[in-house]
T-cell receptor, first 117, second 111 residues
C-alpha cells in the first residue's frame, strides 16, 4: 500500500513570497490533516478535511494560510505572504475514518521542510 | 490548560541498555494516548496507543508503555535499545477531536 505522498520535500523562499505544498493521501482515506511542526515543538494541527469539506480550521492563520481539497483526494496548502516564523516542517496525514479517535489511525507523510529567509 | 509534557528534550543511551521516555498529560477524563516515532526525513509512525483496558500496552519494534492514572503519565519503555532506535519520539493525546503532541524527545544511541 502506497503511503501519504508530499511534495516538494524542501523549499526555501524569501519572506513575503508565496508557497504551496501538495499532499496525496492514502487511497480511500476520507480524512486529511495538515500539521505544522516548528523546530523543537510537536506537530500542531492546522486544518482537517473530511472528503472535500473542512472539519476544523480553528488553528489555521487564515490571513495568510489557505488550504483546499478539491474532489476529496489531493490537497494543497498555501502560504501567502510567508513570514519568517512560518519556517517549519509541514506534515500531511490521512485516515480512513472521520474523526481523530483512537480507532482511526493517522498515517503521516514525510513532510515538506520550509525555510523562509 | 490541557497539555502534553515530555520533560526530556534529549536522551542518550548505550546500545543494549534499557530505555524509558517520559510523558505526562493534563486531562480530566480517561485520555486516549499515543506514542509516535519520527526518523530523520520520514513521517511519524505510530508505535502504540492506549484507550482502555490493560494499562500496559505493547507496541511495534519491541516498545511498551504503561498508563498510570494516578501520575497522569504514559511512559514509553524498551528493555534493550538498538542503534536503529535513534529517532525523535512524540507522545500525543486526543483532546476533543484533535491529536495534540508533546514537544518530543530525541533519542541518541551510542555504541
Amino acid at each position: 500500500e502506497a503511503g501519504v505522498a508530499q511534495s516538494p520535500r524542501y523549499k526555501i523562499i524569501e519572506k513575503r513570497q508565496s508557497v504551496a505544498f501538495w499532499c496525496n493521501p492514502i487511497s480511500g482515506h476520507a480524512t486529511l490533516y495538515w500539521y505544522q511542526q516548528i523546530l523543537g515543538q510537536g506537530p500542531k494541527l492546522l486544518i482537517q478535511f473530511q472528503n472535500n469539506g473542512v472539519v476544523d480550521d480553528s488553528q489555521l492563520p487564515k490571513d495568510r494560510f489557505s488550504a483546499e481539497r478539491l474532489k476529496g483526494v489531493d490537497s494543497t496548502l498555501k502560504i501567502q505572504p510567508a513570514k519568517l516564523e512560518d519556517s517549519a516542517v509541514y506534515l500531511c496525514a490521512s485516515s480512513f475514518g472521520r474523526t481523530s479517535g483512537p480507532y482511526n489511525e493517522q498515517f503521516f507523510g514525510p513532510g515538506t521542510r520550509l525555510t523562509v529567509l | 490548560a490541557q497539555s502534553v509534557t515530555q520533560p526530556d528534550i534529549h536522551i542518550t543511551v548505550s546500545e543494549g541498555a534499557s530505555l524509558e521516555l517520559r510523558c505526562n498529560y493534563s486531562y480530566g477524563a480517561t485520555p486516549y494516548l499515543f506514542w509516535y516515532v519520527q526518523s530523520p526525513g520520514q513521517g511519524l509512525q505510530l508505535l502504540l496507543k492506549y484507550f482502555s483496558g490493560d494499562t500496559l500496552v505493547q507496541g511495534i519494534k519491541g516498545f511498551e508503555a504503561e498508563f498510570k492514572r494516578s501520575q497522569s503519565s504514559f511512559n514509553l519503555r524498551k528493555p534493550s535499545v538498538h542503534w536503529s532506535d535513534a529517532a525523535e519520539y512524540f507522545c500525543a493525546v486526543i483532546y476533543g477531536n484533535k491529536l495534540v503532541f508533546g514537544a518530543g524527545t530525541i533519542l541518541r544511541v551510542k555504541s
